[in-house]
């Protein structure tokens, strides 16, 4: 279904998640990813490669998927894009029509109105040197204004899509390529990873405070970049480093050189890639995810003790904190809710009844685990409060006698600028509420989050970087960049 058709429903229909700026997901009220982004340089069959790649990427973005490629030997520039999940975007006819040694891929979620093939990537633009595509993760700040000024200029854009002020500043400028991608990435404010390729070059680069993460490989005498080491794995590359905030990486004929855009001011990683978003199999700044969440997990329960039966993770981020507050405690941790990982994108049905059936498709508690039990329920955050309480409701009615809800990050108070899709503010329940009035409102019988020193402790202690080298912004109201509170939280990507 549409996102269109989603904002013609009843408002009955989506409940309280009625909002024009709520997609499909949101009905389940968690946090939304807004993009993964791969690129491969110097590789044999490059668009195999990438399919593979965004594959291992695919839960950063099921919206749309899309590949450019370049020969090298002649510079030819191909694409294809498409909206659904990569392995519909790309059948056996669309890879053969994807020749070359050197690839940017991506894969997307938007936010509502944003749903089109349009807003695609990679973008793709023919400018005065030639082809031009770009692929970005995150979200640029201050591309409203830049816009405005640059069609106040004579520009003309294609799409809706943040990303395409960088393409306009660079094709406006008069220096080379490389400086006039160097001096627009220093106009450009906000949380992004990007990968530029034209038929001769690449460009990789991360925003000033590595807010969003991306991540160098080696594969043969080739370079293999993606959002998570996931796909490292997943291609055979083997892990050379992560893209230093600020850096910009130029790859051409001459091999890799490393340039900055920006000196470093402050690293401020994503903390919800830490929490949430990434796979458990992936590392951040050389930090394994699992590992992570399972210390959030024995931290929390260093914080807030139970006394309980079982404890139980929601499927899938908080199953590691789960396994680490159970060997931390001892309660035995049990498989006391089940994700139905086959229920696609089908999940919506046209009543108030089947909805919920719907959720339940998606979700489910296991009756002999829990009933009689008093139940530990470890979840990654609170966002609108209602999918917690939907599940705590859903264990209660499969027979646990007590539900403790443990929320391995702290409150979730602030909107992010970044590329996370997430509500305003005054719709985020930790911004209007106590803990005490979060409970009562998810039913709870008790409602623990996990302390800012805490989560820090957790990912890694304090290595004498502010935050560890993270942003904790939507905990802690301490953004990294300016951001302007009235402007839409648009995504770039
Ligand atoms: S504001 Fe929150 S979600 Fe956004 S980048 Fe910072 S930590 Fe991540």
């Avoid at 940017?104 to 990537?121: D, F, M, W």
């Avoid at 309660?331 to 089947?354: A, D, H, M, V």
């Amino acid at each position: 279904m549409s996102d269109e058709k989603i904002k013609q429903l009843p408002k009955l229909w989506l409940g309280d998640h009625y909002n024009e700026g709520i997609g499909r997901d949101d009905i389940f009220d968690k946090l939304r990813e807004e993009c993964g982004v791969f690129g491969a340089f110097n590789v044999p069959d490059a668009c195999s490669l990438g399919y593979y790649g965004l594959h291992a990427l695919q839960h950063r973005g099921e919206e749309s998927a899309g590949m450019a490629t370049v020969e090298s030997a002649s510079g030819k520039f191909s694409y294809h894009r498409n909206m659904g999940l990569v392995k519909e975007v790309f059948d056996q006819t669309a890879l053969e029509g994807l020749p070359g040694d050197r690839v940017i891929g991506h894969v997307r979620y938007s936010t509502a109105g944003e749903s089109k093939l349009a807003n695609a990537q990679p973008l793709i633009f023919k400018y005065r040197d030639g082809d031009l595509g770009v692929a970005t993760n995150g979200n640029i700040v201050n591309a409203p204004s830049i816009r405005k000024e640059l069609e106040m200029q004579g520009s003309i854009f294609q799409t809706t899509s943040d990303t395409e002020v960088i393409a306009h500043l660079i094709a406006r400028s008069s220096k080379d390529f490389v400086s006039a991608a160097k001096d627009a990435l220093q106009r450009i404010i906000g949380g992004f990873a990007f990968l530029i390729m034209t038929n001769d070059k690449l460009l990789v680069a991360s925003d000033p405070h590595g807010l969003r993460p991306l991540v160098m490989g080696r594969l043969g005498d080739g370079y293999v970049f993606a959002s998570e080491t996931c796909a490292l794995e997943t291609v055979g590359a083997e892990y050379e480093r992560d893209v230093q905030p600020g850096e910009l990486l130029v790859l051409d004929k001459d091999g890799l050189r490393v340039d900055r855009f920006e000196k470093l001011e402050r690293r401020a990683t994503c903390a919800m890639e830490y929490i949430y978003f990434a796979r458990p199999d992936s590392d951040i700044n050389g930090i394994n995810l699992h590992s992570a969440r399972k210390r959030m997990g024995r931290q929390l329960a260093l914080e807030s003790f139970i006394d309980a039966d079982i404890v139980t993770g929601v499927p899938d981020s908080s199953i590691s904190a789960a396994i680490g507050y159970a060997e931390q405690t001892g309660i035995p941790y049990e498989l006391g809710l089940i994700k139905n990982k086959y229920t696609g994108r089908t999940f919506i049905q046209p009543s108030q009844e089947l909805r919920e059936k719907g959720v339940k498709m998606k979700l489910s508690a296991v009756r002999k685990v829990v009933e009689g039990k008093r139940v530990v329920m470890i979840d990654d955050s609170i966002v609108r409060g209602t999918t917690s309480l939907r599940i705590v409701n859903m264990l209660r009615e499969a027979g646990a006698t007590e539900v403790h809800v443990c929320i391995t990050s702290p409150p979730f108070k602030n909107p992010c600028y970044y590329g996370i899709d997430t509500p305003d503010r005054k719709e985020l329940i930790a911004s209007q509420k106590t803990v005490e009035e979060i409970r009562q409102a998810i039913n709870a019988d008790s409602l623990y989050f996990l302390s800012n020193e805490g989560f820090i402790e957790a990912v890694g202690g304090n290595d004498g970087e502010y935050n560890r080298g993270m942003c904790l912004a939507c905990f802690d109201n301490d953004y990294p960049t300016p951001v302007d509170p009235t402007s839409e939280k648009s995504c770039s990507c």
